[in-house]
T-cell receptor, first 114, second 113 residues
Framework: AQTVTQSQPEMSVQEAETVTLSCTYD???????LFWYKQPPSRQMILVIR??????QNATENRFSVNFQKAAKSFSLKISDSQLGDAAMYFC???????????FGDGTTLTVKP | DTAVSQTPKYLVTQMGNDKSIKCEQN?????MYWYKQDSKKFLKIMFS???????INETVPNRFSPKSPDKAHLNLHINSLELGDSAVYFC????????????FGPGTRLLVL
């Protein structure tokens, strides 16, 4: 069975500061992808960043970057220069490409303080 | 243009009724999903279809029946609605190959009274 664990139900950060959201996963598959999704109060699921498991280089998207530690099965999200608009629930997900199935963590609610 | 669309966005209904939620994607993806997000915001997969064939069916009551008339559509029909069915239901589609990514619809908020 594939599992994704987000150990921080809530996090807060001061505007313009940096915050890291944790995610660990467990899968027996060798071919998988990892994602971070953002869900603002509108409930829309917005893709933030994706990482191919076969790539060693950490993915980056503007202020968002990941620290992918494959051996440790860890996939944390770093948000730099936090903005008020970053406040949302963040979900980590692991996509098993063979089964075509994604497993999501339980989410981390991020609050950004002005 | 909306990539993954769902209708309706809001659905309020009485217990015992039968309702359907529609999903359409214009991305040309082969795989589509239904997820349920409960009041605690836990997101769980319900069904997955690939080219109109059911490939994932998590432990979901028989009252829920997905229907895929073609690979661009995956509708969710719910019979005999119960209070516990109240949730946000998300449709998603999945691109394969080098750009493996799931794209989500806007969600349908279902409230069963």
């Amino acid at each position: 069975a594939q599992t994704v664990t987000q150990s921080q139900p809530e996090m807060s950060v001061q505007e313009a500061e940096t915050v890291t959201l944790s995610c660990t996963y467990d899968t027996s598959e060798s071919d998988y992808y990892l994602f971070w999704y953002k869900q603002p109060p509108s409930r829309q699921m917005i893709l933030v960043i994706r990482q191919e498991a076969y790539k060693q280089q950490n993915a980056t998207e503007n202020r968002f970057s990941v620290n992918f530690q494959k051996a440790a099965k860890s996939f944390s999200l770093k948000i730099s220069d936090s903005q008020l608009g970053d406040a949302a629930m963040y979900f980590c997900a692991c996509l098993n490409t063979n089964a075509g199935k994604s497993t999501f963590g339980d989410g981390t609610t991020l609050t950004v303080k002005p | 243009d909306t990539a993954v669309s769902q209708t309706p966005k809001y659905l309020v209904t009485q217990m015992g009724n039968d309702k359907s939620i529609k999903c359409e994607q214009n991305l040309g993806h082969d795989t589509m999903y239904w997820y349920k997000q409960d009041s605690k915001k836990f997101l769980k997969i319900m069904f997955s279809y690939n080219n109109k064939e059911l490939i994932i069916n998590e432990t979901v009551p028989n009252r829920f029946s997905p229907k895929s008339p073609d690979k661009a559509h995956l509708n969710l029909h719910i019979n005999s609605l119960e209070l516990g069915d109240s949730a946000v239901y998300f449709c998603a589609s999945h691109s394969g190959g080098a750009w493996e990514t799931q794209y989500f619809g806007p969600g349908t908020r279902l409230l069963v009274l």
